[in-house]
């Protein structure tokens, strides 16, 4: 690890480079207006970076957001009647758009959520890449035509828009996480009101933007920015109020369980992508330095701080020093932290406080569980003064160690030693969620037997990258229930009607 060329960025002197600064909106958006909260209150936006104080957003409440669901409710009578095709064209036009925008909007995306900023551009791209997939899938959402069992009968499915939809994304993709909802929503004919996170507001502000000159309708896509004064109010009436009939949430499986629990009161329809602890397995036969190559890819990626992360890495004893010096030796060269807008930076802060701390909480109590730091474990010196720590790596764990049990959600890198693959899969199922899992063999059968024995919703072999819009996402137990993106991720927003007709 090295640290990029550690210049002193000023945040705000960083979004007098925006070519086109209309995108950087502090308002919220109801209707197809720019409005302020009907308080006059707005919250400040940091970058944690810096820790600058970069921008203040309208700090909407739950007044502010019934406005804005009533707008949605008004919009779905004349939206869900577009065509597909018609629906189809306009999200193409937001989809090139937003392309025609992605370093405008990888800068944002930098400021507000500390990504290095071609890793910015990679969401910016791959959010990008719903808005297109569910605009040709928008032309897709077949019905059926059943036999009848009953002469002079005719049976008929078809597939309607559910209504409003409430969604509630997470700062750690602020981009992506709410084109692969919003663009399903809107190619099934809902509408959406969508609370971003405090953290990170102006990549959902500015997706407006986009979306207005594409010619969405007022109406058809709100978002109802609020700081964590107002986060449960706003996303109480998100779930409780009865003329949102479906919500979509990103985020903890323990915001997820309330959140479900709230929606139930009106028996929403829901699909929620929760928590991981995503195990990353290398066998002996495998090929060590792709191996190493992948988990520094799926490890590190945005700091260690996505659902899908390797959580815990179990290596056999036969390659365990051999695999370990190899993965040591790509952190050193490759990762390079900073700033996310200065060149080089591989490696960002952590986005919130609380991340940080729980991380080195997570470390302090690995160490004392006999844990050793072979690379990192501590925050780096530099000139900026943000959110930062060390990508840190650490062996001879045990069992006893947080990351068994919890999600670490941060730059920190347990390898665990097995012998026995049963036992290791044991332990790798023993978690009560289950969104992804990696493995690296070249043994065919070993290769369906544990793609098939992981209790998880996604599955790499020989891969740390399985993100694509044309797959379904989603994990299994509390790691929540749907999926996103795919043929599948359309028909979390529609409902099957079936028509009996006699004659």
């Not at 479900?260 to 829901?270: C, H, Y």
């Not at 659902?307 to 695999?323: G, K, L, P, S």
């Amino acid at each position: 690890m090295s640290l990029a060329q550690n210049n002193k960025i000023v945040s705000t002197e960083e979004l007098s480079k925006l070519k086109d600064k209309s995108l950087f909106c502090s308002k919220a958006f109801i209707n197809g207006k720019w409005v302020d909260a009907a308080s006059g209150k707005t919250f400040k936006v940091s970058d944690p970076a810096t820790l600058e104080n970069f921008g203040s957003v309208a700090d909407l409440d739950a007044t502010d957001t019934c406005k804005a669901i009533d707008a949605a409710c008004k919009a779905f009578h004349s939206w869900k009647d577009t065509t597909t095709k018609e629906r189809a064209q306009v999200l193409r036009k937001w989809y090139n758009l937003i392309i025609e925008n992605k370093n405008d909007l990888a800068r944002i995306l930098t400021l507000e959520g500390g990504k290095a900023f071609a890793e910015a551009v990679a969401e910016v791209e791959y959010g990008a890449s719903f808005i297109e997939w569910f605009a040709e899938e928008a032309k897709r959402t077949y019905g059926d035509f059943v036999p009848s069992p009953i002469k002079n009968s005719r049976l008929i499915v078809w597939k309607q828009p559910v209504g409003v939809a409430g969604i509630i994304t997470p700062y750690n993709f602020p981009n992506a996480m709410i084109t692969r909802k919003v663009g399903a929503a809107l190619a099934a004919g809902c509408t959406v009101v969508v609370r971003p996170a405090h953290e990170t507001p102006y990549s959902a502000l500015a997706l407006c933007e986009l979306a207005q000159r594409a010619g969405i309708p007022p109406g058809v896509f709100n978002v109802v920015p609020c700081s964590s004064d107002h986060t449960s109010e706003v996303g109480g009436e998100l779930t409780k109020n009865p003329t949102i009939r479906k919500v979509s949430f990103t985020g903890s499986t323990s915001v997820g369980k309330m959140l479900m629990e709230q929606a139930s009161s009106t028996m929403k329809k829901v699909s929620f992508e929760l928590g991981g602890n995503a195990p990353f397995i290398v066998f002996d036969d495998a090929d060590l330095q792709t191996a190493a190559e992948q988990l520094l890819q799926c490890k590190f990626r945005h700091s260690g701080q996505t659902c899908v992360c390797a959580n815990r890495v179990y290596v056999h004893e036969t390659v365990y020093d051999e695999f370990v010096d190899k993965f040591v030796s790509l952190v050193k060269q490759k990762l390079q932290i900073g700033h996310g807008l200065d060149e080089g930076t591989t490696f960002g802060p952590i986005i919130t406080e609380r991340g940080l701390e729980k991380l080195e909480d997570h470390l302090k109590r690995s160490k004392e569980a006999g844990a050793k730091v072979v690379f990192g474990g501590k925050r780096p010196s530099l000139k900026i003064t943000g959110q930062f720590f060390e990508p840190t790596v650490m062996v001879d764990v045990s069992y006893d160690i947080p990351m068994s049990c919890e999600e670490t959600f941060s730059p920190l890198c347990p390898i665990y030693k097995f012998s026995d693959t049963q036992e290791m899969l044991k332990k790798a199922n023993d978690v009560t969620v289950g969104l992804a899992g990696y493995f690296f063999s070249r043994d065919i059968g070993r290769i369906f037997q544990v793609a098939e024995a992981l209790e998880v919703g996604l599955v790499g072999v020989n891969t740390g990258d399985i993100d694509s819009e044309i797959i379904p996402f989603g994990g299994v137990k509390e790691s929540g229930v749907g999926r996103e993106g795919s043929r599948y991720g359309i028909d979390e927003y529609l409902n099957l009607k079936t028509v009996k007709i006699d004659f």
